[in-house]
């Protein structure tokens, strides 16, 4: 492979005492021209080895069969009319229909299609006022974590002029004539997407007026680093604001709408624990807490008397994690992961046990929310050879009847979906879960996929998806433990792999690595490890501290440069999983596996495909960017070490259908090419 030249520049950091040469800070400034040659050079040597592959192009036909097929998600009902967004196979945005009725008409509502021509804008429903007169809805554009917020009268489908700009990570909670929402400060120019995000704030937005006019509702002036969410309980009573220092734990504060001019309560303090409030009854809060319960529990907090030694136990901590609450039709319903699989129970709206609900079977599940008057709520069941399917679940009956199942046009029950346990380097039993023909052969030869994340509390459990089965068609295994770091577990299993127990999460994988090769599912020379964002860390300590272990690596939007993280938009909210290097105690434990600076000169790593996109601004492309140029200037041996980096694209949400099957067609490529696999197609 013949790279381009990538100058090293003299830059040096002093880390309390320790110097670290920092020799592509250059790549940082992604706006500069120098940066956008050096993609456009990168690209072009990632795009002629990619096209030399042989059978890349038939694998971009296969999978657009694949991916050729309806789907629909996330039905919400305002009133008497029902939203969802449904694609009917390759459109690059899913549309937002909607129907007046369940039987009704059904009309496309907003298309994002018609925004973009590269299909680059996608949408996202922020929810409906308390009369169903208007829905708002948030567009982002290029993958970008920015957004504008737009309002659309739901009867006539009239767009209004109302704009609401400078927003991420908010919803809109509707109250009277307006709604809550959270935005940041105008970014500086030349710095959008990579400028420190800081004084996250909650403002009120009434219909017809200018952003201008929106009332300040909620600013920490003394710290801008919190942010801040909001939403109205259902009777309109309080308005619940979470406060967060970083990813793990909050602040709970409640003010009450009822008064003019009220002050927020403090009802939660620090950020070491996790509390929603699932519903307000009579001047009392069900709160979903960890507090006392790492697997959590649910509680009654009276905000007359709300001393922890006060709470009433609705629902207890068990040896599950219950790991959401929500309520719809008088009812709440719990959900647990049983081993990283869904189960639901039905209670009363004291706590009594009521039913469990019966599934398709082991998998996910998303839904059981929607208000006390409802009947019937929605939910969808998806698992690894399961296409997600929507169901509309009778409260009082408990019956469950299909509203929307995909109609595949392959047969995905030729598959077979198990769990298996392993022990990791300290002896702990991970899970993982496999997925593969049902008439595989242990004999090492398999092409593997090892799929992981571990961390943020984030849950890998069951889900479908049309691309593995490119894997799958072709004699190869899908491979996902539920690593520490995760919270499939509970809060013990969270923290133990995070901050100073972060080594844990990559000798979990490892050991997962180690376990698929002495049960024979598949050698080194065929197996690969892939993971995004925080699990693009995973992949890049891993191939670091066992490179011989892997044929093959795709850290995607990584959190490569663990020094650094923290200075750019929404970083410095991961030091409370990771820890900072401007405190010595986590320089020294973040220096050991930070990918970027573990690379040594001299080595033959896994043949690499860093993959980012040009408008990341939550894991900025830096990161991929330095650690692909010191990846080439250390490696050794004929491996080929390559950056993908998308055009328009950011770190995965909203990306278009054209965007996902090419990118995901040259992994797929990249992957059987680099592990000397046969390829049917």
Not at 88 to 105: D, P, R, T, W
Not at 220 to 231: A, F, L, R, T
Request: hydrophobic share 35%; with cysteine; glycine share 8%.
């Amino acid at each position: 492979m013949k790279y381009p030249v990538t100058k090293r520049g003299e830059t040096v950091d002093n880390y309390h005492g320790t110097k670290i040469a920092d020799p592509y800070r250059w790549l940082e400034d992604d706006t500069a021209p120098e940066v956008e040659a050096w993609v456009k050079a990168q690209n072009a040597v990632t795009r002629e080895y990619l096209s030399k592959i042989p059978y890349r192009d038939k694998i971009v036909d296969r999978y657009s069969e694949l991916f050729d097929f309806t789907k629909m998600y996330s039905p919400l009902k305002a009133g008497d009319y029902y939203f969802y967004y449904k694609n009917e196979g390759l459109q690059n945005q899913a549309i937002i229909y909607q129907k007046k009725g369940k039987n009704g008409e059904e009309k496309v509502f907003i298309d994002p299609n018609k925004l973009s021509a590269q299909g680059t804008v996608a949408i996202t429903i922020l929810g409906c006022s308390k009369d169903h007169k208007y829905l708002a809805y948030a567009q982002s554009k290029a993958g970008s974590d920015w957004q504008e917020i737009h309002v659309m009268e739901i009867e006539s489908g009239k767009k209004l002029p109302d704009v609401i700009e400078w927003v991420k990570f908010s919803g809109a909670s509707w109250y009277k004539n307006g709604f809550f929402y959270s935005r940041f400060p105008p970014a500086k120019d030349g710095e959008e997407l990579s400028g420190k995000n800081v004084y996250h704030s909650v403002y009120y937005h009434q219909l017809g007026d200018d952003q201008i006019k929106d009332k300040l509702i909620y600013k920490n002036e003394e710290q801008g680093e919190p942010n801040h969410y909001c939403s109205v309980t259902e009777d309109d009573r309080y308005l619940i604001m979470y406060a967060a220092l970083g990813t793990h734990g909050y602040e709970l504060f409640y003010k009450d709408l009822s008064e003019l001019n009220s002050s927020f309560i403090k009802l939660f303090s620090g950020y070491e624990h996790k509390n929603n409030v699932v519903l307000h009854a009579n001047g009392k809060l069900l709160v979903h807490t960890d507090v006392d319960a790492p697997k959590y529990r649910l509680v009654e907090i009276d905000l007359t008397n709300p001393a922890p030694e006060n709470w009433k136990e609705i629902i207890p901590e068990s040896t599950h994690l219950l790991q959401s609450v929500t309520k719809g039709g008088g009812k709440l319903f719990a959900e647990y992961l049983q081993n990283a699989t869904s189960r639901i129970f039905q209670y009363d709206s004291n706590g009594h046990f009521e039913k469990e609900v019966t599934l398709p079977g082991l998998g996910s599940v998303i839904g059981f929310s929607g208000k006390a008057k409802d009947k019937e709520i929605f939910y969808s069941f998806t698992s690894f050879v399961y296409p997600g399917s929507i169901f509309l679940y009778n409260v009082e009956t408990g019956a469950s009847k299909p509203f929307f199942e995909m109609d595949l046009t392959f047969d995905s029950t030729q598959f077979v979906e198990k769990q298996v346990f392993y022990k990791s380097k300290d002896g702990t039993e991970v899970s993982m879960f496999l997925v593969h023909q049902k008439d595989l052969i242990l004999d090492g030869n398999n092409p593997t996929f090892l799929y992981g994340y571990g961390g943020f509390n984030v849950n890998l459990t069951p889900s479908f998806s049309a691309s593995r089965f490119v894997l799958l068609e072709n004699g190869g295994v899908y491979a996902m433990p539920n690593l520490r770091g995760g919270g499939e577990y509970g809060e013990d299993w969270h923290q133990g792999g995070m901050l100073h127990n972060k080594q844990n999460v990559f000798d979990d994988f490892i050991a997962a690595a180690e376990f698929l090769i002495e049960k024979k599912y598949t050698q080194s020379s065929k197996l690969a490890i892939a993971g995004g964002s925080n699990g693009g860390l995973l992949v890049g300590a891993c191939m670091t501290q066992r490179p011989n272990l892997f044929a093959v690596a795709f850290p995607a939007v990584g959190v490569l440069d663990m020094l650094r993280y923290h200075k750019f938009t929404i970083g410095y909210a991961w030091a409370v999983e990771y820890g900072s290097s401007d405190e010595l105690e986590h320089f020294d434990n973040l220096i050991k596996y930070s990918p970027l600076h573990n690379l040594k000169e001299g080595v033959t790593y896994p043949s690499t495909m860093v993959t980012t996109g040009d408008h990341d601004d939550r894991v900025v492309p830096a990161h991929s960017f330095k650690f692909a140029a010191e990846l080439q200037h250390t490696h050794e041996g004929d491996n080929p070490v390559l950056i993908r980096i998308a055009t328009n694209a950011g770190h995965g949400a909203g990306k278009p259908t054209s965007k996902i099957i090419e990118e995901q067609a040259d992994q797929w490529a990249f992957f059987f090419y680099n592990t000397n696999s046969t390829v049917k197609y």
